[in-house]
């Protein structure tokens, strides 16, 4: 088959490519700086013109780009779409709705929503593993990150985002009640209990402080974008350095983030670390791998969660639902079991419990690990990803 294959820089985009590759296929490469416009005249006229040339069988890319759509929906071509960011305010383009679509996302919440909506070409799949990076992590012998515990992701603690901007234009009143609302979620995973506070009167408040807007080519949600983007990372901010702080007290903690300013008592800062290579060391050399997901995903498995157990790394996660769910093997067999391939925390407390544990027991531990990485090994690999998604238009 011949795959017009969106080139950016996305997660996995060569380990995808060499997959579809070994599997037969063609991968016909296309790039064009305005992949990411809604709108684009030039980026239409090449794309036209690189599909007349290239004559490909189906477009497949990481995340929805509407533009794309608009242009398989013009030539007739399945456009096969794997979103891992979440948020992503594109999908609510009206574009989605093309019957040339197949898209698919990994939070099985957000999926349903579409669902209900009478999207049905949106589908539920786990994120792929890489585990081809076990060659080269094994071939390191100098264990530059070897630490007990582990944190990569971003504290979302710049100055003067989008909840500080918001923040000093609110009413008192209306700083407290975002402060409670998030105080609360803060005790609960697997439940949303602010999405249900942002009523009508609620958003135009927060609309008067900080003038976002859906946008005018879409059906996204009205508080879609307080939600995800405004309160979602300053709840998710809020958690992080919570986190990272009440571990630190006893233990040192190991973080990689974007900011290399920030300091937290116990947690020695590192800065970035880069995906490809220092990244896939530090999940195999770190006993502990944190991670605590964005809170603007609802229920999936995060990137950073495959990325960790195909590294061989322990996972210690916090607690979401999709971890239970098995849509690869007929006896649930795919399904990840805490305690068994990973483990998750559903409070302050009990990640500090499972960190002391865990540390102290090590056989146990690495067997979690090693259970983890056969796992994604077995059922949730690049390539029986790829054959999941991409078989169907081989029939």
């Known amino acids: 088959m011949r795959i017009l294959f969106l080139r950016w820089n996305c997660f996995n985009r060569e380990s995808t490519v060499e997959a579809m590759k070994k599997q037969g296929h063609q991968v016909l490469p296309f790039f064009h700086r305005d992949y990411n416009q809604l709108e684009s005249d030039d980026f239409k006229e090449s794309f036209a013109d690189f599909a007349e040339e290239n004559k490909p069988d189906i477009t497949f890319s990481y995340n929805y780009f509407p533009i794309v759509a608009e242009c398989c929906h013009d030539l007739g071509l399945p456009y096969v779409s794997v979103v891992y960011d979440n948020p992503a305010v594109y999908?609510?383009?009206?574009?989605?709705?093309?019957?040339?679509?197949?898209?698919?996302?990994?939070?099985?919440?957000?999926?349903?929503?579409?669902?209900a909506g009478g999207l049905n070409n949106v589908h539920y799949i786990t994120l792929p593993a890489d585990t081809s990076r076990m060659d080269m992590i094994k071939k390191d012998h100098e264990k530059k990150h070897a630490c007990d515990i582990s944190f990569v992701g971003a504290l979302y603690n710049e100055r003067h985002n989008f909840y500080e901007r918001m923040e000093e234009n609110l009413p008192e009143y209306m700083r407290g009640y975002l402060e409670g609302l998030m105080d609360a979620q803060s005790l609960v995973y697997g439940s949303d209990i602010i999405k249900p506070a942002l009523n009508g009167e609620v958003i135009a408040a927060l609309r008067k402080a900080l003038p976002v807007f859906p946008d005018k080519l879409s059906v996204e949600p009205d508080n879609y974008r307080f939600l995800k983007y405004v309160i979602g990372r300053k709840q998710t901010s809020r958690e992080r350095i919570k986190y990272l702080t009440a571990i630190g007290k006893d233990h040192?903690?190991?973080?990689?983030?974007?900011?290399?300013?920030?300091?937290?008592?116990?947690?020695?800062?590192?800065?970035?670390?880069?995906y490809d290579y220092d990244m896939p060391l530090v999940f195999a050399q770190s006993r502990i791998n944190l991670n605590i997901t964005l809170r603007s995903i609802d229920t999936g498995i995060p990137q950073r969660c495959m990325d960790i157990m195909s590294c061989g790394g322990f996972l210690l996660t916090n607690y979401q639902a999709d971890f239970s769910l098995d849509t690869v093997s007929s006896d649930g067999s795919a399904a990840f079991v805490p305690g068994v391939d990973y483990d998750f925390y559903s409070s302050t407390d009990e990640l500090i419990e499972k960190v002391d544990y865990y540390l102290s027991h090590e056989e146990e531990r690495a067997q979690i690990a090693e259970n983890g990485f056969?796992?994604?090994?077995?059922?949730?690999?690049?390539?029986?990803f790829l054959h999941r998604i991409l078989d169907e238009f081989l029939k």
Request: aromatic fraction near 16%; glycine fraction near 4%.
């Open 252 to 274: 040192r903690v190991d973080l990689y983030t974007l900011d290399d300013t920030a300091e937290i008592p116990g947690v020695i800062n590192h800065g970035v670390a880069d």
């Open 91 to 115: 999908v609510y383009s009206y574009t989605l709705m093309y019957p040339t679509n197949h898209v698919y996302i990994f939070d099985s919440q957000w999926v349903s929503e579409f669902n």
């Open 374 to 384: 056969k796992k994604v090994k077995k059922y949730y690999s690049i390539d029986s």
